[in-house]
């Protein structure tokens, strides 16, 4: 059974405050919640004490009642003492923004590392809410008042150092996974296959991108990541190799989407998912141009890849699914960058010519003679370089080909003059 909540929020200063009340409850929508009623309250700043006012603590208790709601979802981040208060004025379940979140990626991670990453944030979200439980622990040991207060303390500091042991415990055995992927990295590094890595808000329809350019130029066309039209339906990093049919290749690799207000310590834990997009030679920032706050979308998205160091990466801004956009057409390529569909082969097309544009500088035509004996040279040329002519001649084999700059000059020796 769904659990029944009401949705609260504070404006503040948030200019995209109407926009973050849509995506919370979206939010809740995703993890099953069935959305009662939506509260807001049109304040300065925050209640310290219990995030709104008085007044509104007051009608929160009254229309919960009526509602015979479970919890009232928060569109913020709050504090031990704000989520107490709360509880006890509203006798109800208080969830804030980051447990939602938290509890979404929890479900949506599949493998060892996403899991560990949502797990790591979770107990550091936890561990300063500790202070919550020292009723429970009262309760636990028989005893109540003062006369208990020493016990339930020392309880809660055994608690605080289970945790931080367990947090570095699970940092450690993450570390190692990272480790892994840095090897993987480094690598594809030496082999000097150009990196262009899908950037954007949740939902926006990465992977969806990824998979069209997958089914189209990849010999793995079978590697279809998960899509769906939901929010953080990817939370893993994919990589496909890209091939052209010139023989131009590059790797696309698809990272976790962004959503406002994303949690300091979720945005640590993906660190090293988003390394992918720092080691990048090219970022695809794909926008949901069907969503009239995209801007609002973009300032996050930038924000967030800036407090992981992503920044002075070649950026392409691509705005999908204008197929869902009255009177929209495409593909076109403007200013600000393309208007195309990620389910349309034309807006394919288009968008892997600028991909190709922005990352295949200095490919240079040029002339080669290869010996007989080394069959190995004609192999990756064929393989890697884009053949326009071959030919047999006594001497050896007689090739005009594009190469890569790095290939230009590794075959400067069998180049003809």
């Known amino acids: 059974m769904n659990k029944k909540v009401i949705l609260v929020g504070v ?66 981040e709050l504090t031990a003492s704000q989520i107490r208060n709360l509880e006890e004025e509203l006798e ?8 939602l979140i938290l509890a979404i990626f929890a479900e949506r991670a599949k493998t060892r590392e996403a899991k560990l990453q949502v797990e790591i944030a979770r107990l550091k979200y936890e561990l300063p809410r500790l202070s919550n439980s020292d009723e429970v622990f009262d309760q636990q040991s028989g005893k109540t008042g003062l006369a ?21 415990h699970l940092t450690s ?40 350019l997958v089914n189209q130029f990849s010999k793995s066309a079978h590697k279809q990541v998960f899509e769906k039209d939901m929010l953080f339906a990817t939370l893993e990093t994919s990589v496909r190799e890209i091939i052209l049919p010139d023989n131009k290749q590059f790797l696309l690799t698809d990272t976790v989407g962004f959503v406002s207000k994303l949690p300091t310590h979720l945005v640590k834990a993906f660190r090293s998912t ?61 200013e600000e960058g393309l208007i195309y569909s990620a389910k349309d082969e034309a807006s394919l097309a288009m968008l892997t010519e600028e991909i190709t544009k922005k990352i295949f500088t200095g490919y240079k035509e040029t002339s080669y003679l290869i010996p007989f004996d080394r069959g190995d040279i004609i192999s ?38």
């Not at 990196?195 to 069209?212: F, P, R």
């Not at 998205?301 to 999908?320: C, F, M, R, S």
């Not at 005009?400 to 003059?417: C, G, I, M, N, T």
């Open 11 to 76: 404006s503040g200063s948030d200019k995209n405050f109407e926009y973050t009340m849509v995506e919370l409850a979206n939010l809740a929508e995703a993890n099953h919640y069935e959305i009662k009623d939506v509260v807001k309250q049109n304040i300065d700043r925050i209640n310290k004490a219990t995030y709104v006012g008085k007044g509104k603590v007051e009608e929160l208790k009254q229309i919960g009642e009526m509602l015979q709601v479970d919890a009232f979802v928060v569109n913020d």
């Open 173 to 212: 055995e993450l570390e190692e996974i990272v480790q892994e992927r840095e090897t993987r990295r480094r690598k594809r590094k030496k082999n000097e296959i150009p990196v262009v890595s899908l950037v954007g808000y949740t939902n926006a329809g990465k992977s969806t991108t990824m998979n069209g």
């Open 148 to 168: 208990n207060r020493g016990s339930g303390e020392k309880k809660i500091e055994s608690d605080r150092r289970i945790i931080k042991n367990q947090i570095r």
């Open 274 to 334: 988003l390394e992918e997009a720092k080691e990048a030679d090219l970022l695809l920032h794909v926008v949901d141009y069907s969503d009239e706050n995209y801007k609002a979308m973009i300032e996050t998205t930038e924000a967030t890849l800036l407090a992981v160091g992503v920044k002075d990466i070649p950026v392409l801004y691509i705005y999908n699914k204008a197929d869902q956009v009255s009177g929209a057409e495409y593909p076109v390529l403007q």
């Open 380 to 417: 990756h040329l064929n393989e890697h370089a884009h053949v326009l002519f071959q030919d047999y001649t006594e001497e050896g084999t007689k090739l005009r080909v594009e190469v890569s700059p790095a290939d230009y000059e590794r075959f400067q020796s069998f180049q003809l003059k």
């Open 92 to 99: 109800k379940e208080i969830i804030d923004r980051t447990a």
